[in-house]
């Protein structure tokens, strides 16, 4: 199994739908975080969560909620979203938070119609 | 401000050298790493510099001025497959925060 994966790869989803994003690690790291890539913006980073609790919620909107039962599993609950979501989303883990190599997932090509 | 600026775009000939350049306004400055993306998957990890000077990993070089704010991506020998966004990124203070550049696109013509 590949390092870190995610599903689905791609999803359209309607302003009303609710729709979960999954990603896994099996990498054995402790860390694990979901960053927003728009085109030609940086990315930004969304939540970080170690050893299943949240350590970082960057001012996201209540329509995105996060939740990593254990540390190989991480969620992105979605909710009433806007077209200006529409984006990939990435998830990614480290060994833990002292600023080591970030590995990411293939991401979710997110389109909210 | 925090800030990581690289070129939007650039293009090389395959069989060249390129040179991928990126400088950082941080208020701290604890490594920079370059990944590689390419269109639709996961951005890798390309490599790590937190002391002044050249790393070299194959077609791929990495070199850091930590006085000048500045960084570039070296890659030799150029195939298509090179093809791909380019990112910078600074972490600033050995914790998991890292400030990102928007990526350069790399295009590869035959």
């Known amino acids: ?113 | 401000g925090q800030n990581i600026d690289q070129p939007t775009e650039m293009t090389a000939t395959e069989g060249a050298i390129v040179q991928i350049n990126c400088t950082y306004q941080t208020s701290g400055f604890n490594g920079l790493f370059w990944y590689q993306q390419h269109a639709g998957e996961a951005p890798t990890f390309l490599s790590y510099n937190v002391l002044d000077g050249l790393e070299e990993k194959g077609r791929f070089s990495s070199f850091l001025s930590r006085s000048k704010g500045y960084s570039y991506l070296l890659l030799k020998e150029l195939q298509m497959k090179d093809s791909a966004s380019y990112l910078c990124a600074v972490n600033m203070d050995s914790n998991y925060q890292l400030i990102w550049g928007a990526g350069t696109k790399l295009i590869i013509k035959p």
């Open chain 1, 1 to 113: 199994e590949t390092g870190v994966t995610q599903t689905p790869r791609h999803l359209v989803m309607g302003m009303t739908n609710k729709k979960s994003l999954k990603c896994e690690q099996h990498l054995g790291h402790n860390a694990m975080y979901w960053y927003k890539q728009s085109a030609k913006k940086p990315l930004e980073l969304m939540f970080v969560y170690s050893l299943e609790e949240r350590v970082e919620n960057n001012s996201v909107p209540s329509r995105f909620s996060p939740e990593c039962p254990n540390s190989s599993h991480l969620f992105l609950h979605l909710h009433t979203l806007q077209p200006e979501d529409s984006a990939l989303y990435l998830c990614a883990s480290s060994q833990d938070l002292t600023g080591q190599t970030q590995y990411f997932g293939p991401g979710t090509r997110l389109t909210v119609l």
